[in-house]
């Protein structure tokens, strides 16, 4: 049985469609989730799950003190086989999310020693603290495997060391799509969906397609604080990925900021017609707008 990781549970839908991919494409798997019933209403489907191992102070002392916990941790011993950090950024920029991933790494290596570890379409960035390259090749040269989802993920790595074999396959959730809809025969409508998560300027979206709908998108549930008051009762949160795909391949046109918005409206969508608002936030959106030349949404 496969134990699949990623930052499953936490109600960022990026996140959520990696799990939903990674479900599609395995069968005898449990997934690591901080939040089973989220995570499992997303996929719309049921399958086992496992809390997180404890990697923070209040989990370590329900580890040691709750029993429940304690034999569900205990039973992967027995059950798994290999371990898939299944994509994403894990290991992004702040020094609190490398060593998080760091510390799950460990209690994989050393609690279930007879599984192989996997990472697959991971995304690395590349500025970081000493302390953080340390972490990072730690982990990476003791993995059995290794993919990434851009090139320079796969330098980033390189320039720390790391000696394995190391495949370029693209974000898990874009093969994904591909596979799921090959045709792209979709019924497209007279729709923008947007996307911010921090405070951007959309008064030029509906300056420039009047007759279009305008749809906000929250791709986390913090994007809500950001949608502006423009959109009306236009806001969504989708709470299923039949949900992410409806309102994708009805859109004609597409604004956003976080990354797998812009995979989604770059595959429904299409570069031509997907944009991106304001700054890029992160290496990721970089990379990703910049291998499929997706350009900002200008006012003028």
């Excluded at 989990?59 to 371990?83: D, H, N, P, W």
């Excluded at 950090?85 to 991933?101: D, N, Y």
């Excluded at 300027?201 to 397609?209: L, R, S, W």
């Amino acid at each position: 049985m496969k134990l699949l990781i990623g930052n499953f549970g936490a109600k960022n839908l990026g996140d959520e469609l990696i799990l939903f991919a990674a479900t599609a494409q395995n069968r005898d798997f449990v997934a690591m989730t901080a939040d089973e019933k989220f995570s499992r209403e997303f996929c719309e489907k049921e399958f086992s799950t496992v809390k997180f191992f404890p990697a923070g102070i209040f989990s370590a002392i329900k580890f040691l003190f709750s029993g429940a916990y304690f034999r569900e941790i205990l039973e992967l011993r027995e059950k798994i086989s290999a371990v898939v950090f299944c994509g994403g950024g894990l290991f992004s920029i702040k020094f609190r999310a490398v060593f998080l991933w760091f510390l799950i790494f460990l209690w994989c290596k050393f609690f279930l020693k007879n599984a192989e570890i996997f990472f697959e379409n991971q995304g690395v960035d590349q500025n970081f603290s000493g302390i953080s390259k340390k972490l990072i090749r730690f982990v990476f040269s003791r993995a059995d495997a290794i993919s990434v989802r851009d090139e320079r993920s796969k330098i980033a790595l390189q320039n720390l060391k790391i000696e394995k074999k190391i495949a370029v396959e693209n974000d898990r959730v874009e093969n994904f799509l591909r596979q799921k809809f090959p045709e792209k025969n979709f019924d497209k409508k007279k729709l923008v969906v947007c996307n911010a998560r921090e405070k951007a300027d959309f008064a030029p979206i509906f300056e420039k397609f009047p007759q279009h709908r305008k749809i906000f998108v929250a791709f986390e549930k913090r994007d809500l604080r950001v949608a502006p008051p423009i959109f009306g009762e236009e806001i969504f949160f989708p709470t299923t990925a039949a949900d992410i795909f409806r309102i994708f391949s009805a859109a004609e046109i597409a604004v956003g900021q976080r990354l797998h918005f812009l995979i989604c409206a770059e595959f429904f969508c299409g570069n031509q017609k997907t944009f991106f608002i304001e700054k890029k936030y992160s290496e990721k959106v970089v990379n990703f707008c910049a291998k499929k030349k997706i350009l900002q949404f200008f006012k003028n």
